[in-house]
């Protein structure tokens, strides 16, 4: 019989929030990474799953997601995130979200690493939004709308200024001392002017860009579809939804990251979906697809385009493993014996 001292030994590479500051990550390192596991996807060198969720009964407003797949070439990582989404932690000083990824070797089934993956979570979902802008928004876009201020709200703005210098960038979210201290450290960070409105219409209309990332208990239909213009970019992906169900008649190319990631019970455009007004055959094409040249994104200045990613597990294990990586080369992370 084979017992574990007749084996070799199997390791974890466990990485901390704090391990992870210390990688000094740039906006370049992130987007890079990203956008490779998109163009991988696109080319079918990977597998993922539907995300799943677990709800579990405990009196709060909270709820976990699932994320599970799989990156060949070089990465070569199957990976699983759980992240926490519980709308009320701010309330302790919290974040939002906490997560946790794992990544395991394909080839065996071994585990290989444990990453704290809240400031992953932030940071890919970012990428994601600026990387949609870059293939499918204006050319020169001049005014970003954005609301929330949030968990991965911070990474969107600050990768949308990386990729565009708009004239104005517009935020807003429900409660004032939210969006006035998300303002200050845009500011601070980002050394420019951002402008805090008092209303999603004065954020949002007439915008060349728009996102929505608020924080919903329920959905609620606040962003109006007349507020958008033609030639613009919607880039709507909070939980619950804020849309109306006209969105998408007004649009002529809908994308999302992953047509799988349609189905379940929360999503912008989930009334959409179930309701047939958005079906595979009328989604233009997944971001992965457009990255990797086998579709067409933006094609002419008067397109009106839709964007609605709902996070992939494969831009989490792309990060981590880009993270993991630097974190050996300098020697950060802990090492545990797993078998």
Known sequence: MTTPADTPPVYIDYLNRFDIEK?????DDVLRAVEDALRMQGLGETEIEPRTHIRPRAGVEGHFNVLRGWIGGE???AGTKVVGDFVDN?????PSEYGLLTLFDPRMGAPKALIDATGITEMRTGAMTALGAKYLGPEKPKVLGHIGARGTAYWNVRLLCHFFDFEEVRIHS????????FAETLRRDLGREIIVT???????????????????TEPTPLFKTNWIKPGSLVVPYGTMSTVELNLTDIMDKVVMDDWGQ?????????????????????LHAELGQIVAGVKPGRESADETILFWHRGLSLSDIALGHAMLTRAKERGLGQRLRFY
């Open 262 to 282: 349609a189905h379940g019970v929360f999503g912008a455009l989930r009334d959409h979906v179930d309701q047939g007004k958005l079906t595979a055959e009328t």
């Open 75 to 77: 990465i070569d990582s």
């Open 174 to 181: 429900r409660r004032p001392e939210s969006r006035e201290s």
């Open 198 to 216: 008092e209303d999603w219409q004065s954020c949002l209309e007439g915008a060349d860009i728009m996102v929505e990332a608020s924080r919903l």
């Open 23 to 27: 990688l000094g990550f740039t906006d």
């Open 90 to 94: 701010y309330r302790d000083g919290r």
